[in-house]
């Protein structure tokens, strides 16, 4: 049968989160607990679930019960290490992650950096626990299984409330939303709708390679601390220096409009420059990149928040 559709495998990796959490009422937002259903239990509350896999197989795994506030580098290795392995199987074609909302963006944007592969990682999430009245999980949960399959998606994406983002612009901008995600001046890759995927525009299947893979070889403890300052109004350099003088290995600091910097914190920067410390530039602006080269600081890859940017510079030092 030449034209017989090939059936593929599919890997859905837990993580916890909200879309994991249940609270004591159905019309509790807020005050859930985080991190407490399998990843099991959430496929099975996906309506739908089976004619949308259209014959395809799906595999899960738990590999972490948290939320996702309390992220730490430990959890981000043991998921790289086994989105690395499934990616692997020529039977599988892709994988999904279920993930708290608060610390996602940084998680997608690690594992963009880290693994080297072609096939699609997409994350997904949810606002409200899995107890809810009205819950969205499941439905972001069925975007996300449609979106993996999806033959021109490439690299690490994120779906939520029916928008495709990217690992580089997503950003978490509202607390209680089922909307909370955006991809800011970028806009969003695209679309799941009614099961299909719309893409803004053409794919760029050349996203960023992963090229800190060595990094998932090392201990954690190994990692070097990197940390995220603010510039802003009475802005001290203490910070700065006790930071310096307890080791830290690398500095993001989140600037003013066009990367300015308190005069209080700058010539502290420069100084930790020349002991050997790594420092990066980004704007505090929520829209938009630095324009130009401010000068006494090197600037931060384009389009990276304060938090991805640590993120990349630790994976940097790594390398």
Known sequence: ??????????????????????????????????????????LDAVPGLTEALAGDTLLCE???QLDSKDMDHATWRALALRCDHWLAQPEVGGIVITHGTDTLEETAWFLQRVLDHSKPVVMTCAMRPATALMPD?????????????????????VVCAGRIHGAREVCKVHPYRLDAFSSGEAGPRGWVEQGRVRWAGQQDAAQEAGRAIQALQRPVAEWPWVEVLHSHAGAQARH?????????????LAGTGNGTVHEALLAELVQAQSQGVAVQLVTRCAEGEIVGQPGALSTAPRGLNAFKARVNLMLDLMA
């Open 137 to 157: 999980g499941p439905q972001n949960l069925l975007d996300a299984l449609v979106l993996v399959r999806e033959p021109a998606a490439r690299g690490v994406l």
């Open 62 to 64: 738990q590999v972490a």
């Open 240 to 252: 700065v220096h006790a930071l310096v003088a307890a080791g830290v290995k690398g500095l993001v």
């Open 1 to 42: 049968m030449a034209n017989e559709k090939k059936l593929q495998q599919w890997v859905v990796l837990g993580t916890g989160g909200t879309i994991a959490g249940t609270a004591a009422s159905a019309s509790d937002h807020t005050g859930y607990t985080a991190g407490q259903l399998g990843v099991q239990a959430l």
